[in-house]
C-alpha cells in the first residue's frame, strides 16, 4: 500500500511517500522558520503563499526521491485540522486536486494524531498507551486503547507549552522559536536560582500562564531597576518547571490507567530535559517511554500518511471521503477528535 502524505497546517510544508504504514519512501519538508524569525512568530498568510509557491515542487522531488510516480500512489492522507486555515487550505486543495484527477481515495488526518503515530514509525508500540502531546499550539494527555481510540484525558487551560517557550523566548530576546534556544541555555543556569511558581490546577489539566507571567514580570522588573539578571538561570528555572509538571501528570495518567507504554508527541517532544526525565521517571514505575526522532518531531507529512494508514486499518469517527465529484472535504461529517 502507498500513501502520499501532505502536510501544511502551519510553516512547514512537507510531503512524504509511506509504504505499508512503515516504510519512509521519501518525507521532504520545506520550512519556514527563517522566513518567520522577523515577525517572532508564523505570518499565516505569509505561511499560505509559501505553501502555494512550494508544494507543487515539493511533491515532485518526494515522488522522485521514493522512486515512484502518482499512478502507484493508492491513498492520498491530508491534515484537515488543527491549523491555520488558509495554510490547510492549501494542502487540502492540493490534494483534492490530484484525487480528482487521478481517481485516488483521500483520508483526512487530524493533525495531533499524526503527531502521536509519529511513535509508530520507529517504535513498535503496543497499546494501551499514554499521549503526551506537547506543540506550540497543544498540550494534551491522550489515553490510545487497543484499537486505537483516542481519548482525551485532558488539556491546557491557557497557554500550549511550546506557546509558553516561544513568549518566554522573546521577552528575553532570544529571537522565535523559543523552544531550542531556551532548551540549550538552561544547561548553563541554576533552576534554583529564581523562583516559579506550580500551578494550582487539578486532575490531567495544564495551565502555563502563571509560569509565562512570573518570567515576564520577573524581566520587566529588572529592566526597570536597570539590574542585570542571568538569562541562562529564568531558562534552567522555566524549563525545570515546566518539565516537572508535564512528567508528573503524564506518569499519574500511565499509572491511574494501568498503562505501561507513554508516548512523546509534538514539537516540545524535542526537548532534551523532557525526554531524559520522563524517561528516569517512567523507569521507577517500569513504565516504558518512545519518542520520535528530531525530524519526526516537527510537522512533517510522514506522521500523516501514518495516521492515514491506521485510520484505514482500524477506522474512527472521521470518514473516507472518495468522491469529491459530490462534495468536498469542507462537508465532510467528521467529529470533532
Not at 87 to 109: D, M, N
Request: proline share 4%.
Amino acid at each position: 500500500m502507498i500513501i502520499l502524505g501532505i502536510e501544511t497546517s502551519c510553516d512547514e510544508t512537507s510531503i512524504s511517500v509511506l509504504k505499508d504504514g512503515k516504510e519512509i519512501l521519501s518525507n521532504y519538508i520545506s520550512s519556514q522558520i527563517d522566513i518567520h524569525k522577523e515577525y517572532g512568530g508564523v505570518v499565516p498568510e505569509i505561511a499560505s503563499r509559501h505553501h502555494i509557491k512550494n508544494i507543487a515542487t515539493i511533491m515532485e522531488v518526494s515522488l522522485k526521491e521514493a522512486g515512484i510516480t502518482l499512478d502507484d500512489v493508492d491513498y492520498i492522507a491530508v491534515t484537515y485540522a488543527p491549523g491555520l486555515i488558509g495554510a490547510l487550505l492549501v494542502g487540502i486543495s492540493f490534494a483534492k486536486g490530484i484525487a480528482y484527477g487521478r481517481g485516488i481515495p483521500i483520508i483526512p488526518v487530524h493533525h495531533i494524531k499524526g503527531h502521536i503515530y509519529a511513535n509508530f514509525l520507529e517504535h513498535k508500540v503496543e497499546l494501551p498507551a499514554i499521549a503526551l502531546v506537547v506543540s506550540g499550539g497543544h498540550t494534551n494527555i491522550i489515553h490510545i486503547d487497543i484499537n486505537h481510540k483516542f481519548t482525551n484525558l485532558g488539556g491546557t487551560l491557557d497557554d500550549a507549552v511550546g506557546e509558553s517557550y516561544d513568549k518566554v523566548s522573546r521577552v528575553m530576546g532570544l529571537g522565535y522559536p523559543g523552544g531550542p534556544v531556551i532548551d540549550q541555555l538552561s544547561y548553563e543556569g541554576d533552576p534554583n536560582n529564581i523562583y516559579m511558581p506550580e500551578p494550582k490546577v487539578g486532575g490531567y489539566e495544564f495551565s502555563f500562564s502563571g509560569v509565562k507571567t512570573s518570567v515576564i514580570n520577573y524581566v520587566n522588573k529588572m529592566n526597570m531597576k536597570k539590574e542585570k539578571y542571568n538569562p541562562a538561570d529564568i531558562a534552567a528555572s522555566f524549563q525545570n518547571r515546566v518539565v516537572d509538571i508535564l512528567c508528573k501528570k503524564t506518569i499519574k495518567a500511565a499509572l491511574e490507567k494501568k498503562v505501561k507504554n507513554i508516548v512523546i508527541a509534538g514539537g516540545v517532544a524535542a526537548n532534551s530535559l523532557l525526554r531524559k526525565e520522563l524517561l528516569c521517571r517512567a523507569k521507577l514505575e517500569d513504565i516504558e517511554v518512545f519518542y520520535p526522532s528530531i525530524k519526526l518531531c516537527t510537522d512533517n507529512a510522514g506522521m500523516i500518511a501514518a495516521a492515514g494508514y491506521y485510520k484505514l486499518v482500524y477506522g474512527d469517527s472521521d470518514k473516507i471521503f472518495a468522491d469529491l465529484k459530490l462534495n468536498g472535504i469542507a462537508n465532510m461529517e467528521i467529529e470533532e477528535d
